[in-house]
């Protein structure tokens, strides 16, 4: 395969998670609530799914643990951030710690014997997979890859701005008093898009640790849950711009691999923070003025409604 092919496949695989998180995060903050705690969801979908798939021998169960993990997880955010009206980046960053610190303790404890666990092999597409440059990039997937993708796709169309339920969420990011005089149930709209944000982070955790290294470490997610947010915000708050950055920050992130084949010699320390750097140039306005949900981390105080 050449350098170009490798940089390819490398930047399509580590964009996946960011892709799932992101699809998440752009339904919840559109409906008006951030989740700083993308990361910790991704943690303990991570964790879970390794612990289940070695428990259990079977990849696809730890797929299922994953989900249930981060989908918890994101009930405590959704508690806290929508019904208690706490503040939500301060709530984000706490459970973002407290994740950390329980899945490194839970995996010196339960992975003594060895990190490695039941992972998901790649499924070629016949034919596909042989198209120059993107064919294994985009058809040498794990089945969990293909089955992210597909997501994504579904979630794009299910929230666009064309459908009822991507009206009402953006409604409920516009003005979230309006939206509840029109009879929009606003909590029960940002309760759900919290749990699809956990769905679509365990997802994520789950493909880092069974498709990707077959295997748990401290920290697994490195920060990919924060990308993931920034996506959003360089995406504008929009589907397709929010891909392109995923693909973007995947590429960066693929960089570190595939420059020597690329024959760019260049400090290993600036090609690990670049994701970082251009994480920040995003969010900066330097790519373009951008304008957020005007009620995005405003808790919702429903008015007092006269008789």
Known sequence: MSATGELLDGGVRLAIPLLLASAGELVSERAGVLNLSVEGMMLAGAFAGAVGARASGSPAAGVLCALLAAVLTAAVQALLSVTLRSDQIV???????????????????YFTAGRSVPGFDRVPIPGLRDIPLLGRALFDLTPLGYLALALVALLAVLFSHRTGWGLAI???GADAVTADRSGLPVAAWRWIAV?????????????????????FTDNLTGGAGYLAVVAVIAGRWRAG?????CVFFGLAEALQFAAPAL???????????SP????????SGLVGASRS?????????REARSR
Do not use: E, Q
Request: proline letters at 5%; glycine letters at 10%; aromatic letters at 4%.
């Open 293 to 301: 949900p005007a009620a995005l981390t405003r808790p919702f105080v």
């Open 170 to 172: 953006t409604a409920i």
């Open 195 to 215: 749990l699809l944000v956990g769905a679509t982070s365990g997802l994520a955790g789950a493909h880092l640790a069974l498709a990707d290294v077959h295997a």
């Open 276 to 283: 970082y750097l251009l994480a920040v140039l995003a969010v």
């Open 263 to 273: 024959g760019l010699h260049l400090p290993t320390a600036v090609l690990v923070m």
């Open 91 to 109: 709530t984000g960053i706490a459970i973002n710690a407290l994740a950390l610190g329980a899945t490194t303790y839970g995996a010196r404890l």
């Open 241 to 245: 711009p929010t891909v392109l950055a």
